[in-house]
Nanobody, 118 residues
Framework: QVHLVESGGGLVQAGGSLGLSCAAS????????TGWFRQAPGKERQFVAA????????AYADSVKGRFTISRDSAKNMVYLQMNSLSSEDTAIYYC???????????WGQGTQVTVTS
């Protein structure tokens, strides 16, 4: 079992930046990929970004490419999401998830709220 805890959410003005962190209780083959997802009120959860923990390869949703950066610190079991040029469209609860593959996220954090004000 891998426990994930997100932190770093908050209130930020449009155009600003915010960094999120995801702490994992352990590294496991069952958490080879860590991703960030978000869910805005009344909308479905959507993929934001993912990182493969061994290779460091990354993937992004088109809506965040060039603005968000996902990174990891394997020694600390941490994954980060740096968000720049934020807009109100980025307002959502952001979740960290981990799993053995991108179509198999087994573990989820409790989420952290990001609110972008205009």
């Amino acid at each position: 079992q891998v426990h994930l805890v997100e932190s770093g959410g908050g209130l930020v003005q449009a155009g600003g930046s915010l960094g999120l962190s995801c702490a994992a209780s352990q590294r496991s083959i069952m958490s080879a990929v860590t991703g960030w997802f978000r869910q805005a009120p009344g909308k479905e959860r959507q993929f934001v970004a993912a990182i493969w923990l061994i290779s460091g390869d990354t993937a992004y949703a088109d809506s965040v490419k060039g603005r968000f950066t996902i990174s990891r610190d394997s020694a600390k079991n941490m994954v980060y999401l740096q968000m720049n040029s934020l807009s109100s469209e980025d307002t959502a609860i952001y979740y960290c998830a981990a799993g053995p593959a991108t179509n198999e996220y087994l573990y989820w954090g409790q989420g952290t709220q990001v609110t972008v004000t205009s």
